[in-house]
């Protein structure tokens, strides 16, 4: 049994609200209406940097790739409070850390597949190359970011909430976090795991230095400009806003965005007697928006970094995406001081 947690003192005030999430988190599903469309799948559309034409039935391609695809939602129940809070659910605030771990995890099955490459039938060798894991299996992967306190669940809430960078920025527990904020907090979870799957790096640059079966998390715009990279395999897909809701785009078809929806609450099972359907997608948990509603700023993008196209990522990011390299940035160096002047060196 896990020990009790110290008791802080906190204002009536994050009393209250946290109070109110707690009551209203079991109210949401019946409250909150989706913005989101449903697809209707009638169209030409991009999953994952596979084109698709076909209707979702049984056993056919768009089946296959949903099948291997993990959609994360709130929880509410949680019998332990979240640490230094008294929320027992993410509800209404949660939905960055559930669309990064969404990223992580459908980038994850993704770099577990044969290497398709990069060249023109790279879509094509990722359809033939689905990995249809067991039920049983794909256990294994929601338990990275079971809601749990158990020191086995290494990318949990639990622990995405008590990293400092989360704290600084959510003291209340209940306010909205960025997802350069959520992203930082996830990779630094998973380097600091000896065991950890791949390696994952968040930066506004191009690493100088990265490694091969990385997902490299990086800012940038998604627009008109830039819809198009959603149609490379090597991108795992973007976390990015609409008002103040985060979701995980994994498509498109035209300006419209594919995505998956974090906004839904379901029951927290702390036990690991969870029922993996709940991780799982169905076609009807597709939806889209259109590209004008999102937020403007930058997103997280997920990049797929693989042993052989290090080098043509580092290109296709700066001139696909407008990210700087990180050699690029020149250091200044104070080399001297002239009449009261430090002279400085590029």
């Known amino acids: 049994m896990l020990p009790p947690q110290q008791k802080k003192k906190k204002s009536f005030t994050s009393f209250v609200n946290a109070c109110s999430y707690n009551l209203s988190s079991h109210l949401y599903n019946s409250v909150v209406k989706s913005q989101f469309k449903p ?31 993990f959609r994360i939602t709130y ?50 060798k990722v359809q033939r190359n689905f990995i249809i894991h067991s039920m049983e299996e794909r256990r294994e992967y929601v338990q990275l970011i079971e809601d749990t306190p158990k020191q086995e669940a290494v990318l949990s809430l639990y622990k995405m909430f008590n990293l400092k960078i989360v704290r600084q920025n959510n003291q209340k527990g209940t306010n909205y976090l960025s997802p350069s904020t ?21 930066s506004n640059t191009f690493p100088k230095e990265i490694q091969p079966n990385t997902l490299l998390m990086i800012s940038a715009p998604l627009n008109e400009k ?25 498509g498109r078809t035209g300006n419209m965005l594919l995505l998956l929806d974090p906004h839904f609450v379901q029951k927290a099972h702390e036990d690991g007697d969870f029922d993996i359907v709940d ?20 997103c997280i993008w997920g990049i797929l970094v693989r042993e052989d196209n290090i080098e043509m990522l580092k290109n296709w990011c700066k001139t696909s995406l407008g990210v700087t390299n990180e050699e690029e940035i020149r250091e200044m160096v104070s080399v001297g001081n002239e009449e009261g002047f430090e002279v400085l060196d590029f």
Not at 41 to 63: C, H, M, W
Not at 226 to 250: P, R, W
């Open 39 to 69: 697809f209707p799948f009638n169209l030409k559309y991009i999953l994952q940097g596979v084109t698709y034409t076909e209707q979702p039935i049984s056993n056919n391609n768009v089946a296959k790739h949903l099948s291997t695809m």
């Open 279 to 298: 991780y799982s997608v169905k076609p009807s948990d597709l939806r889209m928006v259109r590209l004008t509603e999102l937020v403007f700023g930058n």
């Open 226 to 250: 830039t819809i198009s990279c959603l149609d490379n395999t090597f991108v795992g897909g973007v976390v990015c806003g609409v008002d103040t809701k985060a979701i995980y785009v994994c």
């Open 182 to 202: 959520c992203a930082i907090a996830l990779s630094q979870l998973v380097e600091m795991w000896d065991q950890r799957p791949c390696h994952v790096i968040y």
């Open 75 to 124: 929880r509410n129940g949680f019998t332990y409070h979240l640490p230094h809070c008294s929320l027992t659910t993410d509800a209404g605030w949660g939905c960055t850390l559930r669309s990064i771990q969404m990223l992580f995890l459908n980038s994850l099955i993704r770099l577990q597949e044969p290497n398709p490459g990069f060249g023109e039938d790279a879509a094509e």
